[in-house]
């Protein structure tokens, strides 16, 4: 069976699915509000594309939604009017229940939750990102398998309390540990040091998470508790007191354990 | 000239450091105060090992102390004692100040410091590892360089302040990191998910950097402005108040800007 899918949204993730679908399933169409996010697909993947929901190609299989939490319920609706009740629709949120759908009066719906953080000017390698897929019914759920395997073998069905759970803790590691960087990086700037000094010991804290868990990898001042040392820090951020603020809470979460 | 290397401690820092000088110049001794630490190094350099400072070879050119920064003092005041005040003395941390030599009665001294977490376990590639050096007369400093040739080419010379800048930075990328991929992993372990989900999204969050800032690679409901998800999110943390503490100050955080 042909996965015939249409893409609404082509920002950073659907950027990425929609180029790999294209090359590895059946991409009919990109929709996006945004022009120029809609032409640039359109040119990467050769499939037409549109700027109007109304203008959405009635006969894929698939629509999938890769927009903003705050727009799935409104689009799902239009979609609905639209008289694609009949249509799987899925969006690809981490933290956005499945019961989202329910109000739009559609039928068939799910999640297809790819698990990383996707930039335009960067290839995913999708092999190895674990896709989350879950839908109001079996069948549908078949389906999402099987557009899943187009991407990777790392696929799992999780409720969602489960999938919430897991984007939380990707908050956790991808958004405030990139927050945490920009904080190295400010401190940085203002000694006029290059960034790059610390891209090596970054790379490592990432690697070393292959072999073995976070917390015996833990070291550092607040670790050791070496309070002489702390005390010369948060002497030093008293120029910058929001990350004064980050340094004495994340110390004493340190200090205190998970 | 050859560098001759005794080593003081033989932590994470010095096993590695050990085992490179073994290999690449030449290491007269090890010294630990614990036992095992010792000859677990000289097992593997094949050097003779000691665990009592007042049996250290007096032979050597360097003494480099890879030791807590707790102990730094100690330790110099210990070997100006016993008669090495002509002989250089280096410490190999990020966070202490040159000065904490002067009151040793040393007269040749200075800082030694790779930009790197080490894990016995792991293999460091040196050659990307930055080494901050610096001493307290120019010929030692000549001397430094050339043993920090013996580990990479990206050699930095930058004073107290800015080195203890340098490492109040990667405290932030290294050590609080690493704390928040604890924190994703025990929320993990309470829905009985693998961490290993989450390494692909570390290693990418990582990787990225390489290519851009982390300001460019912002991305999540904090930086969205997304309060459903915010809320939802502070909501499941109820059953972890350190980690609604850490959510709260790092979403604000981000929402503030640097």
């Known amino acids: 069976m042909p996965l015939k899918v249409v893409l609404v949204g082509a920002g950073n993730t659907g950027y990425h699915l929609g180029k790999h679908l294209s090359e590895h399933a059946e991409l009919l169409q990109v929709f996006s509000r945004t022009e120029e ?30 927009i903003h939490d705050d727009g799935i319920a409104s689009v799902a609706g ?9 249509k799987l629709v899925c969006h690809t949120s981490g933290a956005t229940p499945v019961s989202i759908f329910e109000p739009s009066g559609l039928k068939r719906y799910g999640v297809f939750y790819p698990l990383q953080t996707f930039s335009v000017g960067r290839q995913p390698d999708f092999e190895q990102i674990p896709f989350i897929v ?5 069948e549908d759920s078949t389906i999402l398998d099987e557009l899943a395997r187009v991407f990777t073998k790392k696929i799992y069905h999780l409720s969602d309390e489960k999938r919430a759970a897991l ?10 540990t990139n927050h945490l960087f920009g904080a190295g990086k400010k401190i940085l700037d203002a000694e006029s040091l290059p960034f790059e000094l610390l891209l090596p010991l970054i790379n490592e804290t990432a690697a070393k998470l292959q072999l073995a868990g976070p917390a015996i990898m833990q070291t550092g ?24 603020e980050l340094y004495n809470t994340l110390t004493k979460s340190i200090q205190q354990g998970l």
């Open 167 to 176: 984007h939380l803790a990707a908050v956790f590691v991808n958004n405030f």
């Open 37 to 66: 996010k809609a032409q640039r697909l359109s040119l990467l993947t050769g499939v037409p594309y549109t700027t109007s929901l109304d203008e959405l190609n009635p006969n894929a299989g698939i629509y999938l939604l890769a």
């Open 134 to 138: 879950e839908a109001n019914n079996p």
């Open 78 to 86: 239009q979609l609905c009017e639209m008289g694609f009740s009949g």
């Open 221 to 244: 001042p607040a670790k050791r508790g070496d309070l002489k040392t702390i005390a010369r820090h948060l002497a030093y951020l008293k120029k910058y007191p929001e990350l004064q």
